[in-house]
């Protein structure tokens, strides 16, 4: 996101996908395999596996001293999801992960729209102030640049759409693919949506810094 001394933000996505792939896709597969051929019910060997993302979040706090929002709105969907699983009989329930948290995100994104600051704007200036007030009152600052102000809205509205897709997408996964098909793809398919929009939005931002860079020389 970057016009004007705009940064992209420091996540990054390879890391992110990378530590994702582990801890949301392949440690809890792994898990419901093992646990079912010990016999255990598919919908306990789900809730089992829900403990790894769960701790995840819970390390994110303890050792980096940060509340990963999206994390937390993940695993309490995933809890929902086992409790109506196992109240209903319908081990599906508990395949859906990330889908709701995209899906109000996504719906947020959008209805953001109609506000002076879409949510965007906000989500960036958390990772790129650090809590520092000066940072902070300098990010303001910037919605005064129309190029600014038309970025955020852009990259809002993106993944405002993205995130209802993947939202769309990941209860399809969840109710019509085979379980335990279901269990690595419906995760999987957030994680690509998340990378995905990192990079999309990283090369936005130096699109936009390159052609604010390149306005005077040719005015010049």
Aim: glycine share 8%.
């Amino acid at each position: 996101m970057t016009e004007a001394g705009e940064s992209a933000g420091p996540v990054s996505p390879f890391r992110f996908l990378g530590r994702s792939l582990f801890v949301d896709v392949a440690l809890p597969w792994l898990t419901v395999r093992i646990l079912e051929a010990y016999g255990v019910p598919t919908v306990w060997a789900l809730a089992a596996a829900a403990l790894f993302p769960g701790a995840s979040t819970l390390l994110s706090w303890i050792y980096g001293r940060r509340v990963e929002a999206i994390g937390i709105a993940v695993f309490v969907t995933i809890l929902l999801g086992i409790a109506m699983a196992l109240i209903s009989e319908e081990v599906r329930f508990g395949l859906v992960k990330a889908a709701p948290a995209f899906g109000l995100f996504g719906l947020a994104c959008l209805a953001s729209l109609l506000m002076p600051r879409p949510l965007m704007f906000f989500v960036a200036r958390h990772f790129q102030t650090a809590g520092d007030p000066a940072r902070a009152a300098e990010w303001n600052a910037r919605m005064e640049m129309a190029g600014f102000r038309h970025a955020m809205r852009v990259i809002t509205a993106a993944w405002g759409l993205v995130c209802l897709l993947e939202s769309v997408l990941g209860f399809a996964v969840a109710f019509l693919l085979p379980v335990h098909t279901a269990i690595v793809a419906e995760p999987a398919l957030g994680i690509a949506s998340v990378v995905g929009l990192l990079v999309w939005t990283t090369a936005y931002a130096r699109a936009r810094q390159a052609r604010a860079r390149q306005t005077p020389a040719a005015a010049a």
